[in-house]
């Protein structure tokens, strides 16, 4: 079971490029690593999913390294409704059978104008 | 179609009652799932069911939660003898088929045991 560490809380500006990065050191091989957002009084928001290299959506980009023990979730000029709580979350596709999933405490990002 | 939708939105109750949540999962979704988050922390994952059928439930905190599903559709999560500390948002998810798929998350209601 893989689990996830991921800085408390960030800070940037509007117009800048956000990067979090995720650590998920014992990441099996069966493993996916897919972000959430959150915004208050929400329910999580699926951003993006990755197995490995690089995924890139309408909203992000995912960057995996070869040895995918961190992941890294970029938001490409950032605005003030990117507020949110972000989570990293590594689920196993079989966890049906035994795993639990685990969210993390996820990352604050505080967007300035 | 529509989303998830949990009911009800509030509950407020009092310490040592029993509470019914309830997910309407979408339509079509085989996998369902329940966390729990307290106030600003992260999630808690409670209990995931395939189909009707829940693998693993040992993410449930004590003996006084228990949940189910019918149809293979709604689910209902129950909290019996209700404690102070059970207070938080309960979250429902479901996504297709349940592994690595995207999980769609309902509003949460939101539980406080005075």
């Known amino acids: 079971l893989a689990k996830t560490t991921q800085p408390i809380s960030m800070d940037s500006y509007e117009g800048q490029e956000v990067n979090i990065t995720c650590s998920h050191n014992n990441i099996a091989t069966n493993d996916y690593i897919t972000w959430y957002q959150q915004f208050p009084s929400q329910g999580p928001r699926f951003i993006i999913q990755g197995y490995k290299t690089k995924v890139t959506n309408e909203v992000a980009s995912l960057f995996i390294p070869a040895d995918r023990k961190s992941s890294t979730l970029s938001l490409p000029r950032v605005s003030l409704s990117d507020t949110a709580v972000y989570y990293c979350?590594?689920?196993?596709?079989?966890?049906?059978?035994?795993?639990?999933?685990?969210f993390g405490s996820g990352t604050r990002l505080s967007i300035r104008p | 179609g529509a989303g998830v939708s949990q009911s009800p939105s509030n509950k407020v109750t009092e310490k040592g009652k029993d509470v019914e949540l309830r997910c309407d999962p979408i339509s079509g979704h085989t996998a369902l799932y329940w966390y729990r988050q307290s106030l600003g922390q992260g999630l808690e994952f409670l209990i995931y069911?395939?189909?009707?059928?829940?693998?693993?439930k040992s993410g449930l905190p004590s003996d006084r939660f228990s949940a189910e599903r019918t149809g293979g559709s709604v689910s209902t999560l129950t909290i019996q003898r209700t404690q102070q500390e059970d207070s938080a948002v309960y979250l429902c998810?479901?996504?297709?088929?349940?592994?690595?798929?995207?999980?769609?998350f309902g509003p949460g209601t939101r539980l406080t045991v005075l």
């Open positions: 069911f395939q189909g009707n059928s829940a693998p693993d």
């Open positions: 979350l590594v689920v196993s596709s079989g966890y049906s059978s035994a795993s639990k999933i685990i």
């Open positions: 998810a479901s996504s297709p088929r349940g592994e690595a798929d995207t999980q769609y």
